[in-house]
C-alpha cells in the first residue's frame, strides 16, 4: 500500500509541475531499479510503433543517453533512409566543426585604386561576395555608409560583383542530380542581396549609392572570374562581417533550405580538392564524418537542404552525429541552434502543454514521402538523450504524432526506486 501511495504522489508531481526534478535530491536508484524503469520505457515505445502504418513503413530510432553513454532503444537503426529536413544536421555540423563558432562569412569592398587621397575612386571597385545569404538591402546601405563615411563622394570605374568564391553550378536541382525539383530554392551564389541577384541585386546597389549620396560614373556588372591582373595595387576598402552562427540558427530553427544551400556551398571553400562545389563540400563532411568516428558508410547526401530524395542516412549516424556535437566546443552553440519544442521553429506549435515543452530541441524534416524529428531531450531527471526517428511511407502526418508521442515519452521518463 505505502508503494502504490508513493507512486501516486510521485506521478502528481510530475503530471502537474513543469520542474524537472533535480537529479541530486532523488532518493537512490538501484541498478535493477534502473534496468526495470528502462524496461518500462522500451515496452511503452515499441506500443507507440505497433501501429499498422508504422509496420508497413519503413523506419529506424536511435536512441542514447549522453549522461550514462549508452544506447537506450534502437531498431533499424542501421537502416539508411531518406531524412528529408534532417540533412540540415549535417550540413550546419560540417560547417561550424569546420569553421569554428566565431567564425564570420565576410562581404568585402575591393578596390583598384593606387591613391585615394583625392577621395575620388578612378578605377575598378569589387564587392566580393562570400556567400553571405542573409545580405540584406540595409547591409549593402551600411558597406557603402561606410565608403562615405571616409569621405569618398566619387566613383569613376566600374563596380564588379566578384562571383568566383562559389562555382558556375548556381541551381540546387542542377548540382544535386535530382529528377525531382520538389521545392525552389532561388540562386545560390557567393553574392545575393535580400535573396536575390542579377539585374535586382544590382538595382539595389544603385540604390543605395543613391541613398549614399555617391556620385557614381560606372556601369554595375557580374564577374563570374575577376580580373585583378592590370591593378598595381589591391586594397580592402570596407568588410561586413556576419557571425556564421546566425545563418546556422536560422537554418535549424526555420529549416531554411535556402540558407542549407549556401551553406552547402560555403563548406566547399574549405576544401578545394575537386572542381565542382558539390563533390568538395560533400568530400568535406564525409572526411570530418570518418575523422570523428561517426559511422556513415551507407549514407549518401546529395544537397544541403535534405531536399533530395536521394539523401540517405541512418538513424544511428543521426544520433552519433548529435552525441559527438555535445563533446565539442561548438555543442552548445549546436544545442541551441535547434529548434524548442513550444516555443520557437519549425516545434513551436509541437508538444505544446505536454512533458516535451520546452525540453525539446530538435531538427523537424519533412517531403511527401518522408518524416524525421532528431535532436535532444531532457527527462525528468535531468539526464540528456540524442535521439533520431526517421519515416519513410505515405503516413506523414501520423509519421508526426508518433515522432510526438516518442519524444514526450522520453521527456516523461524518470528512474523510479522501490521503498521497501
Known amino acids: 500500500m505505502l508503494k502504490l501511495v508513493l507512486y501516486i504522489s510521485l506521478f502528481s508531481y510530475i503530471l502537474f509541475s513543469q520542474n524537472k526534478i533535480d537529479p541530486n535530491v532523488l532518493p537512490f536508484i538501484s541498478k535493477k531499479d534502473s534496468l526495470n524503469s528502462l524496461d518500462e520505457l522500451r515496452k511503452d515505445i515499441k506500443n507507440v510503433l505497433s501501429k499498422d502504418y508504422i509496420v508497413q513503413s519503413n523506419y529506424g530510432l536511435c536512441i542514447y543517453s549522453l549522461d550514462r553513454k549508452e544506447y537506450i532503444f534502437s531498431v533499424n537503426e542501421n537502416t539508411p533512409l531518406t531524412p528529408a529536413s534532417v540533412t540540415k544536421l549535417f550540413t550546419t555540423f560540417n560547417a561550424l566543426y569546420n569553421f569554428g563558432e566565431n567564425a564570420t562569412i565576410n562581404t568585402e569592398l575591393w578596390y583598384e585604386d ?11 571597385l ?53 529528377n525531382d525539383r520538389v521545392a525552389f530554392v532561388g540562386t545560390i551564389s557567393p553574392l545575393t542581396i535580400s535573396r536575390t541577384t542579377g539585374e535586382k541585386a544590382i538595382n539595389i546597389i544603385q540604390s543605395s549609392l543613391e541613398i549614399n549620396n555617391i556620385e557614381f560614373n560606372g556601369n554595375i556588372e557580374e564577374c563570374a572570374i575577376p580580373t585583378y591582373s592590370d591593378a598595381k595595387k589591391l586594397n ?5 562581417q556576419r557571425p556564421l552562427i546566425d ?45 570523428l568516428k561517426i559511422e556513415c558508410k551507407n549514407c549518401d547526401i546529395n544537397d544541403g537542404s535534405g531536399l533530395s530524395r536521394r539523401n540517405k542516412v541512418t538513424a544511428k549516424s543521426v544520433v552519433q552525429l548529435l552525441s559527438k556535437a555535445k563533446e565539442l566546443e561548438i555543442g552548445d552553440e549546436f544545442y541551441k541552434s535547434l529548434s524548442i519544442a513550444g516555443k520557437d ?34 527527462s525528468i531527471d535531468g539526464e540528456l538523450f540524442a535521439f533520431a526517428f526517421i519515416f519513410n511511407g505515405n503516413h506523414v502526418s501520423s509519421y508526426k504524432r508518433t515522432e510526438d508521442e516518442l519524444a514526450e515519452l522520453l521527456a516523461g521518463f524518470f528512474y523510479y526506486n522501490v521503498i521497501n
Open 126 to 178: 569589387y564587392i566580393v561576395g562570400n556567400g553571405d545569404a542573409l545580405l540584406s538591402q540595409k547591409d549593402i546601405d551600411t558597406l557603402f555608409g561606410a565608403v562615405k563615411a571616409m569621405g569618398i563622394n566619387v566613383i569613376n570605374g566600374d563596380i564588379l560583383i566578384d562571383l568566383s568564391h562559389f562555382d558556375d553550378e548556381t541551381n540546387r536541382f542542377e548540382y544535386s542530380g535530382d
Open 345 to 378: 521553429g519549425t516545434l513551436r506549435k509541437r508538444l505544446k502543454e505536454t512533458s516535451g515543452e520546452y525540453y525539446v530541441n530538435a531538427k523537424t524534416g519533412t517531403l511527401r514521402n518522408a518524416s524525421s524529428l532528431a535532436g535532444y531531450v531532457i
Open 247 to 291: 545563418i546556422i540558427n536560422i537554418t535549424n530553427k526555420n529549416s531554411d533550405n535556402y540558407l542549407a544551400e549556401h551553406l552547402f556551398k560555403l563548406n566547399a571553400s574549405k576544401n578545394k580538392v575537386f572542381k565542382r562545389d558539390y563533390d568538395n563540400s560533400r568530400d568535406l563532411l564525409f572526411s570530418t564524418l570518418d575523422k
Open 114 to 124: 593606387d591613391d585615394n587621397k583625392d577621395k575620388v575612386i578612378d578605377r575598378n
Open 236 to 240: 580592402i576598402l570596407v568588410r561586413y
